[in-house]
């Protein structure tokens, strides 16, 4: 049996607001949206997340998210307006890494290994 990917499911207050975000300050584009079922996807290259409308309490999750040069994600993002929490830097841990933080709250860990 071979595993493929994993995707995690997001809480946020509205999916197509939340799309919108992730489209415009993350360069994500929108998969879909299936709005009976309050619940969509946005995908950047091999990287698909689904996001899911809750109206209970959100609890913010991180996320890591492999990529080939960090640095041009970093230069990419910062030009798009996310909101950077942790700037570029070598992880002493093996990792160069940055982190974004989504209008959910949600923690993105953008990285490749040193």
Known sequence: MTLHAAVP??????????????????????????????????????????LRETDGPITPVELWVFCDDVDGTAADLTTLGADISDPISDKPWGLRSFTVRDPSGHLIHFHHDL
């Open 9 to 50: 499911t997001l809480p946020v207050r509205d999916v197509a607001e939340a799309q919108a975000q992730y489209r415009d300050m993350l360069g994500f584009d929108i998969a879909w949206h299936n709005v009976k079922g309050r619940i969509g996807a946005v995908r950047r290259g091999d990287c698909v997340l689904f």
